[in-house]
């Protein structure tokens, strides 16, 4: 696997709580991403890194805020945590590919978040 | 918009049997296309790209622009392959961002 580990790996919190996930890479890759996981909705991407204090909003960015102040940790923040953020998080990281390759993503092994 | 969509929430099959997981997309570009499996409590993982045309333990997918999709086949199903399976597509650029579809959770049953 690539060096990507996600912490906690589990978590139950309660509504209105923050709650801090934290992404960590050792591949030095440009590119972090955070997605939510849910049945009937696939994999949605929540915000994205491009670089180290260069981030921009994803496809479900409600609720969400996300810092990056080193390239190798992403974090993302549910600043007052809701039950329809219960999901399953993945991070993942691509770096940036010469012009005619792939953009591969490799993915950390999840938090799987419960808010009660 | 750029969407992905698989139809099939799951596909469950016999032991031998062929396999198609649908695959289809809307890009106004050249679309760059993917196949990412989740094996059972295990993190994605790419499976094949198009743009490489392999196939990866038996898979493999061909890109048809015509009809947009991109359909994943394996002629002989093993009850190993049982996972869920996510078509992606790349919106390209810098950013490197991924659209993905919903999902097939594909059975192989004995």
């Known amino acids: 696997d690539a060096g990507i580990t996600q912490s906690p790996r589990h978590k139950v919190t309660e509504t209105g709580t923050p709650v801090t996930l934290r992404c960590h890479q050792t591949?030095?890759?440009?590119?972090m991403y955070w997605y939510r996981q849910d049945p009937g909705h696939g994999l949605r991407l929540i915000h994205y890194?491009?670089?180290?204090?260069?981030?921009d909003k994803g496809e479900v960015s409600d609720g969400y805020s996300v810092s990056r102040s080193k390239t190798e940790d992403f974090l993302l923040t549910l600043e007052s945590a809701t039950s329809s953020q219960t999901s399953v998080y993945f991070c993942a990281i691509s770096e940036s590919k010469a012009s005619g390759d792939y953009n591969e993503q490799f993915f950390g092994p999840g938090t799987r978040l419960t808010v009660l | 918009a750029q969407r992905v969509t698989q139809p099939e929430k799951l596909l469950s099959v016999f032991k031998g049997a062929p396999v198609e997981l649908k695959c289809n997309y809307s890009?106004?570009?050249?679309?760059?296309l993917f196949w990412y499996v989740q094996y059972s409590r295990q993190r994605l993982q790419l499976l094949l790209r198009?743009?490489s045309r392999e196939s990866i333990k038996g898979f493999t997918a061909d890109l048809n622009k015509g009809e947009t999709s991109f359909h994943l086949k394996k002629p002989f199903a093993q009850e190993e392959d049982s996972a869920m399976y996510y078509c992606a597509l790349s919106e390209g650029g810098a950013t490197n961002k991924l659209i993905f579809g919903t999902g097939t959770l594909l059975a192989v049953q004995p």
């Open positions: 198009h743009i």
């Open positions: 890194s491009y670089g180290v204090k260069d981030t």
């Open positions: 890009y106004s570009g050249s679309p760059e």
């Open positions: 591949e030095n890759h440009r590119y």
